[in-house]
């Protein structure tokens, strides 16, 4: 229904200047804007082939966020809260974004909805893919947080070997990590200061922001929408989170992909982009 005859070519990188950063970022389609960010260690690769669908009826833009894919990473960068936001802010002002739609994913989920509790006026709808957005987190993230902060496990993890093994791990199919998805997590961390700044950018949002988010989270009005992967190994209590976003927003549509998990979009991109395309084009 949605699918064009390039579908599965991914948008070329494009390039805007914002607040003295250089961000990479896809797009397709016109009419209203819809943002997708992405998680670590991923970058707007993830959803090249979530995007034909939305753009049949938006303009779909997904943005590399400073630290991954082709945008900046700077190595004396706090990535906290602010940072990401005000890297956000700069860069839909470059593309003269006013509002927009929003699909977060991992690491995007608590920049996102942290970013449209403070800019509601901006926001008119939001998804969530896959993510984390209240301060208890699981062991597994724990585990992750606290390797990314020793030296060793850290390197260890964001080498080439780590960011392909992470990408399995993602996967609830190994099949879908083809060499070309490999190489387009792997290749934007070839240098030494590309992979501390990933790791930096893995462990900078403040904890104490995540509890407020928390407390606020349950005053957004806009429509909501969520879509996971159930084979989550990543994030293995993907399904009580999003049970608790349901009672805390019970305007919430929920749909659970059994056969996918974390990276769904590399698993089911037609079937998710076919989903947030309706979401976003109605009301």
């Given at each position: 229904?949605?699918?064009?005859?390039?579908?599965?070519?991914?948008?070329?990188?494009?390039?805007?200047?914002?607040?003295?950063?250089?961000?990479?970022?896809?797009?397709?389609?016109?009419?209203?804007?819809?943002?997708?960010l992405h998680g670590w260690p991923t970058?707007?690769?993830?959803?090249?082939?979530?995007?034909?669908?939305?753009?049949?009826?938006?303009?779909?833009?997904?943005?590399?966020?400073?630290?991954?894919?082709?945008?900046d990473k700077p190595v004396d960068a706090?990535?906290?809260?602010?940072?990401?936001?005000?890297?956000?802010?700069?860069?839909?002002?470059?593309?003269?974004?006013?509002?927009?739609?929003?699909?977060?994913?991992?690491?995007?989920?608590?920049?996102?909805?942290?970013?449209?509790?403070?800019?509601?006026e901006r926001v008119r709808k939001l998804?969530?893919?896959?993510?984390?957005?209240?301060?208890?987190?699981?062991?597994?993230?724990?585990?992750?947080?606290?390797?990314?902060?020793?030296?060793?496990?850290?390197?260890?993890?964001?080498?080439?070997?780590?960011?392909?093994?992470?990408?399995?791990?993602?996967?609830?199919?190994?099949?879908?990590?083809?060499?070309?998805?490999?190489?387009?997590?792997?290749?934007?961390?070839?240098?030494?200061?590309?992979?501390?700044?990933?790791?930096?950018?893995?462990?900078?949002?403040?904890?104490?922001?995540?509890?407020?988010?928390?407390?606020?989270?349950?005053?957004?009005?806009?429509?909501?929408?969520?879509?996971?992967?159930?084979?989550?190994?990543?994030?293995?209590?993907?399904?009580?989170?999003?049970?608790?976003?349901?009672?805390?927003?019970?305007?919430?549509?929920?749909?659970?992909?059994?056969?996918?998990?974390?990276?769904?979009?590399?698993?089911?991109?037609?079937?998710?982009?076919?989903?947030?395309?309706?979401?976003?084009?109605?009301?």
């Amino acid at each position: 229904m949605y699918g064009l005859p390039d579908a599965m070519t991914a948008p070329p990188l494009e390039t805007a200047e914002a607040g003295g950063l250089t961000l990479a970022y896809r797009e397709r389609g016109s009419g209203p804007a819809v943002l997708l960010l992405h998680g670590w260690p991923t970058s707007s690769y993830l959803w090249r082939d979530v995007m034909p669908p939305i753009a049949t009826r938006n303009r779909v833009i997904a943005v590399d966020l400073p630290g991954f894919g082709g945008s900046d990473k700077p190595v004396d960068a706090a990535y906290d809260f602010d940072f990401f936001e005000g890297a956000l802010d700069g860069f839909l002002a470059a593309l003269d974004v006013d509002d927009v739609a929003l699909a977060v994913h991992d690491l995007g989920g608590p920049v996102g909805v942290h970013w449209a509790l403070h800019r509601r006026e901006r926001v008119r709808k939001l998804a969530l893919l896959n993510t984390l957005v209240y301060p208890e987190f699981s062991p597994a993230v724990m585990e992750f947080v606290q390797a990314l902060m020793t030296p060793g496990p850290r390197e260890e993890l964001t080498s080439p070997k780590g960011l392909e093994e992470g990408l399995r791990l993602g996967l609830a199919d190994a099949a879908h990590a083809t060499p070309e998805v490999i190489a387009g997590v792997i290749e934007p961390f070839a240098s030494d200061d590309a992979r501390r700044a990933l790791a930096d950018a893995g462990i900078g949002l403040e904890l104490e922001v995540f509890s407020s988010i928390a407390e606020r989270i349950g005053s957004l009005s806009v429509p909501m929408r969520v879509i996971y992967g159930a084979k989550d190994r990543i994030l293995p209590d993907v399904a009580e989170t999003m049970a608790r976003i349901k009672r805390d927003l019970p305007q919430t549509e929920i749909t659970a992909l059994p056969d996918c998990g974390h990276f769904l979009q590399e698993e089911a991109p037609e079937q998710i982009g076919g989903l947030l395309a309706d979401f976003f084009a109605t009301g």
